[in-house]
């Protein structure tokens, strides 16, 4: 069977200044903004991350959706990033709009991870890698 995981698309109000916060946030670089600036992309590694805004995704889903905002409760969904340096990281999305869900911690299998919203509330997991078991 031909399939992989390619996307994640998330539907948000303003599609340029999303693209901003990532590449400020976590210093991702942009890949794609169409010139109606209701499509971008990010070059996040393997799988592609990209937003496009509300009325593209009206114009998809004609029975509509639910629209992720920081005032509402988050999904049952996250983004998840690794790093070798989870609170440096979570310090400077913090710095470029990012709020914070919960502070780094390690779990018991030896991984840290900490938890961000986005400026659209999109959760944000940012963590170390899991260490092999050797």
């Given at each position: 069977?031909?399939?992989?995981?390619?996307?994640?698309?998330?539907?948000?109000?303003?599609?340029?200044?999303?693209?901003?916060?990532?590449?400020?946030?976590?210093?991702?670089?942009?890949?794609?903004?169409?010139?109606?600036?209701?499509?971008g992309e990010i070059n996040s590694g393997i799988t592609?991350?990209?937003?496009?805004?509300?009325?593209?995704?009206?114009?998809?889903?004609?029975?509509?959706?639910?629209?992720?905002?920081?005032?509402?409760?988050?999904?049952?969904?996250?983004?998840?990033?690794?790093?070798?340096?989870?609170?440096?990281?979570?310090?400077?999305?913090?710095?470029?709009?990012?709020?914070?869900?919960?502070?780094?911690?390690?779990?018991?299998?030896?991984?840290?991870?900490?938890?961000?919203?986005?400026?659209?509330?999109?959760?944000?997991?940012?963590?170390?890698?899991?260490?092999?078991?050797?």
């Amino acid at each position: 069977m031909d399939i992989q995981f390619a996307y994640t698309i998330l539907y948000v109000k303003d599609v340029p200044k999303t693209l901003d916060f990532y590449k400020q946030a976590f210093g991702f670089e942009e890949k794609i903004l169409t010139p109606e600036n209701d499509y971008g992309e990010i070059n996040s590694g393997i799988t592609t991350l990209a937003f496009a805004n509300l009325d593209l995704g009206k114009s998809n889903f004609k029975k509509g959706f639910l629209e992720s905002k920081l005032d509402n409760k988050p999904f049952g969904f996250e983004l998840a990033f690794t790093t070798s340096d989870v609170e440096e990281t979570m310090k400077n999305a913090i710095l470029n709009g990012a709020t914070l869900l919960s502070e780094a911690a390690t779990k018991p299998w030896g991984q840290k991870v900490g938890y961000l919203r986005d400026l659209n509330g999109f959760i944000i997991e940012i963590c170390s890698p899991i260490p092999n078991k050797e």
